[in-house]
Nanobody, 119 residues
Framework: QVQLVESGGGLVQPGGSLRLSCAVFGPSLEYFHVGWYHQAPGKEREQISCISSTDGSTYYADSVKGRFTISRDKGKNTVPLQMDSLRPEDSGIYYC????????????WGQGTQVTVSS
C-alpha cells in the first residue's frame, strides 16, 4: 500500500516561490504516476500537475502552466513541486496522490500542506 506525505507549504508574498515535496512510502516512483492537487477555499479539489512514471512526461493545468514545475527524485522517492510567481489564487491546500483521480471517489488523501499567498 502506498502512502504519500506532503510538506513544504507556508506563507509567501505574491510573486514569491515555494517548493513543495511529496514523499512516497511504499512502491517506487517507477510504478505509478504522481500528481499534485489544489483545493482553494470554498472550491473543489483539482489536479494541477502530474508526472509520468514511464517517461517523465508532465501535465500542467492552464492555471499553473509556466509557473509551476513538477519533477521526481528517484533516489529519495519524492515528487517536488516548484512553485514560482505565486498569486493569491494559488492559496489553498495542496495534496499529492496518483494522477487522474476522480477526487470525490478517492478516500486515501493525506493531510496536505497549506499554502497562503498574501501581502
Amino acid at each position: 500500500q502506498v502512502q504519500l506525505v506532503e510538506s513544504g507549504g507556508g506563507l509567501v508574498q505574491p510573486g514569491g516561490s515555494l517548493r513543495l515535496s511529496c514523499a512516497v512510502f511504499g512502491p517506487s516512483l517507477e510504478y505509478f504516476h504522481v500528481g499534485w492537487y489544489h483545493q482553494a477555499p470554498g472550491k473543489e479539489r483539482e489536479q494541477i500537475s502530474c508526472i509520468s512514471s514511464t517517461d517523465g512526461s508532465t501535465y500542467y493545468a492552464d492555471s499553473v502552466k509556466g509557473r509551476f514545475t513538477i519533477s521526481r527524485d528517484k533516489g529519495k522517492n519524492t515528487v517536488p513541486l516548484q512553485m514560482d510567481s505565486l498569486r493569491p489564487e494559488d492559496s489553498g491546500i495542496y495534496y499529492c496522490a496518483p494522477c487522474g483521480l476522480k477526487v470525490d471517489e478517492y478516500h486515501d488523501w493525506g493531510q496536505g500542506t497549506q499554502v497562503t499567498v498574501s501581502s
